[in-house]
């Protein structure tokens, strides 16, 4: 993992720069930085500004106005629960609730010991195969409680991405869409 001031720099650029849009935003830089570091750290921030030939303070007044844009780097393994309506209507609720519990959380968030951080997302682009998940950006579909807490101990156990009840077979890309 990049951790020096520099590689975060060149990694955010390269993220910018390889954006599959030919239109780029300041919104869509964001995400594409996000995508690639799995946080907005003050230097990916600040290379957006540079790119999108702004300032600092507004590239933030965007970021801070979006939830899912987190400032801090994630834990070691990124577990996301579908939200959306059709997961939702297919049983997310009680997927939801069984890792809460199983992680000791009371809403999303990281576990205190830095192990996982648990996301909802908004749509994971894999309706279709709802209730859908995915395992550190590793999409698994019509998952089930039991399948999510088998996914999550794999996950924690063998530093693996997990393939539990996996037939979504793409890798899902971070949540602000
Ligand atoms: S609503 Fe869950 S994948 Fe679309």
């Given at each position: ?12 650029r390269e ?20 995508d690639a570091?799995g946080f ?138």
């Open positions: 993992m990049t951790t020096t001031s520099d590689g975060v720099r060149a990694k955010a993220a910018i720069r390889n954006q599959p849009y030919k239109t780029h935003t300041i919104l869509s830089s964001l995400l594409a930085v996000q570091l907005l750290p003050p230097e990916g921030l600040d290379e957006v500004a540079r790119h999108r030939n702004t300032t600092v303070n507004e590239v933030w007044g965007i970021a801070s106005f979006y939830p899912n844009f987190r400032f801090t780097a994630p834990a070691k393994h990124v577990v996301e629960v579908c939200w959306g309506p059709t997961c939702h209507v297919m049983g997310a609720q009680p997927i939801l609730r069984g890792l809460l519990q199983r992680l000791g959380l009371h809403a999303e968030g990281d576990t205190p010991d830095g192990a996982v951080t648990l996301k909802m997302n908004t749509c994971l682009g894999v309706c279709a195969h709802a209730p859908a998940m995915s395992f550190d950006h590793r999409l698994a579909g019509h998952m089930s409680p039991q399948k999510a807490l088998a996914g999550l101990e794999k996950l924690r156990s063998g530093d693996q991405p997990a393939h539990a009840g996996h037939d979504g077979a793409r890798t899902a890309s971070g949540g602000a869409r």
